[in-house]
């Protein structure tokens, strides 16, 4: 496999991880939802709603769309789950089509990150990717943590990439009509 192939199969990951997530967390009260809690970010909701700031952010800048820094002096946290919930399926479903596009000579080209006061930040296709799907699991773990305290069981996240675990993962990647790691090339 080389690292292509990986990023794409990350891809689908990220979209299936997600979705089991916010399968959960559709079971949460509003109150639930929104309840503060022990974590980096105040709440379950304040926590998806960074996850999906961050994504759309990189994705920006690996899209080489512009929006940049000042995106977040004007985004609105988004309170509603209903929203957050379609609005991650799509930006999942565009990660998966930008990692579809790629090339091995993609991975080497160097983007700009506008970092705002900070200045500009010039990384890799492939190390920002990187980046991003380790940003996504360090905060998906954090939401996982928090349903513990909820009325709500936290699911697997991890049985994306063995076969042992096709069962397992087979009918969300139907419902979400994206493909097993087996099947990504």
């Known amino acids: 496999m080389n690292l292509v192939n990986h990023f794409r199969r990350m891809a689908r990951n990220n979209a299936w991880s997600n979705w089991r997530l916010l399968d959960a967390c559709s079971r949460l009260s509003r109150e639930e939802f929104r309840a503060k809690r022990t974590n980096f970010f105040p709440s379950i909701q304040a926590t998806l709603d960074h996850i999906l700031a961050v994504d759309l952010y990189y994705l920006d800048a690996l899209e080489r769309s512009r929006l940049g820094y000042a995106y977040f002096a004007t985004r609105k946290p988004i309170e509603e789950f209903a929203v957050l919930r379609t609005d991650q399926i799509a930006t999942d479903q565009r990660l998966i089509g930008f990692c579809d596009r790629l090339t091995t000579t993609e991975l080497n080209r160097e983007i ?30 954090q939401v996982h943590a928090m349903l513990a305290g909820t009325s709500v069981h936290p699911p697997q996240l991890d049985e994306y990439f063995l ?11 139907d419902i979400l009509g994206i493909e097993g790691p087996e099947q990504v090339v």
């Open 163 to 173: 076969q042992f675990d096709a069962i397992s993962r087979s009918p969300d990647l």
């Open 112 to 141: 700009s990150i506008d970092r705002g006061p900070k200045g500009m930040d010039f990384e890799t296709v492939a190390d920002t990717l990187a980046h991003l799907f380790v940003h996504q699991i360090h905060h998906r773990g």
